[in-house]
């Protein structure tokens, strides 16, 4: 498992941009295929988008798709997510995961072994 910090989260209005960062503390996570996930209060965590190990394939839910864009640079470790015209419905605490395999892209979470603590996403309309 690797320690996993998000970053770059806040407070902003409907239509506005945030990107959010994920490092890794120690081991490094270039060799793990990485993912988004959300939760908002009283629902589930959810899938928002996910990409390889070297970046080359990219996957994301159907309701941020278009908006919402994931990268990640290995030499620094680290995973982005880049979310832009952002809605309401998006306000959520914003998790990033490593995933053990590097076959898909999962979209579920227990196929994730290592998550970060969150960090909280809030879009006022």
């Known amino acids: 498992q690797v320690q996993l910090v998000e970053s770059g989260g806040g407070l902003v209005q409907a239509g506005s941009s945030l990107r959010l960062s994920c490092t890794s503390s120690?081991?490094?996570?270039?060799?793990?295929?990485m993912g988004w996930f959300r939760q908002a209060p009283g629902k589930e965590r959810e899938f928002v988008a996910g990409i390889t190990s070297t970046g080359l394939s990219t996957s994301y839910a159907d309701s941020v798709k278009g908006r919402f864009t994931i990268s990640r640079d290995n030499a620094k470790n680290t995973v982005y997510l880049q979310m832009n015209s952002l809605k309401a419905e998006d306000t959520a605490v914003y998790y990033c995961?490593?995933?053990?395999?590097?076959?898909?892209?999962?979209?579920?979470?227990?196929?994730?072994?290592?998550w970060g603590q969150g960090t909280q996403v809030t879009v006022s309309s």
């Open positions: 995961a490593a995933s053990p395999n590097n076959y898909y892209i999962a979209t579920y979470p227990p196929y994730y072994n290592s």
């Open positions: 120690g081991r490094t996570i270039s060799l793990r295929n």
